[in-house]
């Protein structure tokens, strides 16, 4: 069952996402390995509850139907964590990891609570309430990857949290015109309203100006949750410090290239080449480089705190 469920595993991360399957490479194999269950169990979560496979565009499912998928994927995860036999390759690989490495229950049904508020139809008034979602679908994440990592101290976990909902900023900025057809808004109705904008003409393209500037702003706010991101370098093995560096030079650039293309930002999907890909995996092996000389340090005042 071993190699089949790395195969599956491997697949989801290479088809899911490229942004981070270039620092999953820079893993020694067994955190490699974990890496790319965890990956796969939470890629295949949020497939489910949109109805697609690997992210593909697919039919859009009763809103009903969409709470039956939710019950099973909580009813799976319980399944996993009693240890009984798994059929579905992504909660027998969620099973290997959760039980090797004591990941916390709480963290799992964390994570599962951020693809309710889509069933949901979640609205974010504040700010605050788009960081508690970012905190539910990637800082969890964040949260589980560390310990994968073997990381258990408080302060550098906070740090792995930072850099989740660091890279769901830039999701959301990068994704606002996709998610509006979908008819989802995670920007909060508080920058919304005052220029005019809710969620069901975000995605007109009269808009797009002001769009970028929502972008911006989104983009700016990610910037002190990757700094404290940063400051947690030093808490992993010098591998992991370069795996992660790399994925944090990634995805921030990807924020960097929102802000950049301005009002033409949703003309395509905006991503990194090779070749930057590469620049940026030459930087994070010098960042993982230099953080063994230094402790982690304090996260910056004034970020939103995990429960």
């Given at each position: 069952?071993?190699?089949?469920?790395?195969?599956?595993a491997s697949q989801t991360?290479?088809?899911?996402?490229?942004?981070?399957?270039?620092?999953?490479?820079?893993?020694?194999?067994?955190?490699?390995?974990?890496?790319?269950?965890?990956?796969?169990?939470?890629?295949?979560?949020?497939?489910?509850?949109?109805?697609?496979?690997?992210?593909?565009?697919?039919?859009?499912?009763?809103?009903?139907?969409?709470?039956?998928?939710?019950?099973?994927?909580?009813?799976?995860?319980?399944?996993?964590?009693?240890?009984?036999?798994?059929?579905?390759?992504?909660?027998?690989?969620?099973?290997?990891?959760?039980?090797?490495?004591?990941?916390?229950?709480?963290?799992?049904?964390?994570?599962?609570?951020?693809?309710?508020?889509?069933?949901?139809?979640?609205?974010?008034?504040?700010?605050?309430?788009?960081?508690?979602?970012?905190?539910?679908?990637?800082?969890?994440?964040?949260?589980?990857?560390?310990?994968?990592?073997?990381?258990?101290?408080?302060?550098?976990?906070?740090?792995?949290?930072?850099?989740g909902l660091a890279f769901?900023?830039?999701?959301?900025?990068?994704?606002?015109?996709?998610?509006?057809?979908?008819?989802?808004?995670?920007?909060?109705?508080?920058?919304?309203?005052?220029?005019?904008?809710?969620?069901?003409?975000?995605?007109?393209?009269?808009?797009?100006?002001?769009?970028?500037?929502?972008?911006?702003?989104?983009?700016?706010?990610?910037?002190?949750?990757?700094?404290?991101?940063?400051?947690?370098?030093?808490?992993?093995?010098?591998?992991?410090?370069?795996?992660?560096?790399?994925?944090?030079?990634?995805?921030?650039?990807?924020?960097?290239?929102?802000?950049?293309?301005?009002?033409?930002?949703?003309?395509?999907?905006?991503?990194?080449?090779?070749?930057?890909?590469?620049?940026?995996?030459?930087?994070?092996?010098?960042?993982?480089?230099?953080?063994?000389l230094t402790r982690p340090?304090?996260?910056?005042?004034?970020?939103?705190?995990?429960?």
């Amino acid at each position: 069952m071993s190699m089949p469920l790395m195969e599956h595993a491997s697949q989801t991360m290479a088809v899911g996402s490229k942004s981070f399957a270039t620092a999953a490479k820079l893993f020694d194999a067994s955190t490699r390995r974990s890496t790319l269950m965890l990956y796969a169990w939470c890629r295949h979560c949020d497939d489910v509850i949109d109805g697609q496979t690997l992210g593909a565009s697919a039919v859009q499912h009763p809103r009903d139907d969409a709470q039956a998928r939710m019950a099973h994927l909580e009813l799976e995860t319980r399944r996993a964590y009693s240890g009984a036999a798994m059929e579905e390759p992504a909660f027998a690989a969620f099973q290997e990891v959760a039980l090797m490495h004591r990941i916390p229950p709480q963290l799992a049904f964390d994570h599962l609570a951020g693809f309710a508020m889509d069933v949901h139809q979640q609205r974010y008034l504040r700010f605050e309430d788009t960081l508690r979602y970012c905190y539910h679908v990637a800082g969890v994440v964040g949260l589980m990857m560390a310990r994968v990592m073997g990381v258990r101290d408080e302060r550098v976990l906070d740090h792995a949290c930072d850099l989740g909902l660091a890279f769901q900023l830039t999701n959301i900025a990068r994704d606002i015109v996709e998610d509006a057809h979908q008819g989802r808004c995670y920007l909060p109705e508080e920058w919304l309203h005052p220029l005019g904008l809710h969620a069901a003409n975000l995605a007109e393209t009269q808009h797009r100006a002001t769009l970028a500037t929502l972008a911006a702003r989104l983009v700016a706010e990610a910037e002190p949750y990757y700094q404290s991101a940063h400051a947690g370098l030093p808490g992993l093995s010098l591998r992991s410090a370069w795996a992660i560096a790399t994925a944090h030079g990634v995805y921030r650039e990807i924020g960097v290239k929102v802000q950049q293309a301005g009002s033409h930002a949703w003309d395509r999907r905006q991503r990194t080449s090779k070749g930057e890909k590469l620049g940026l995996l030459l930087k994070g092996a010098g960042l993982a480089l230099s953080s063994r000389l230094t402790r982690p340090a304090q996260r910056p005042e004034g970020l939103w705190q995990r429960p």
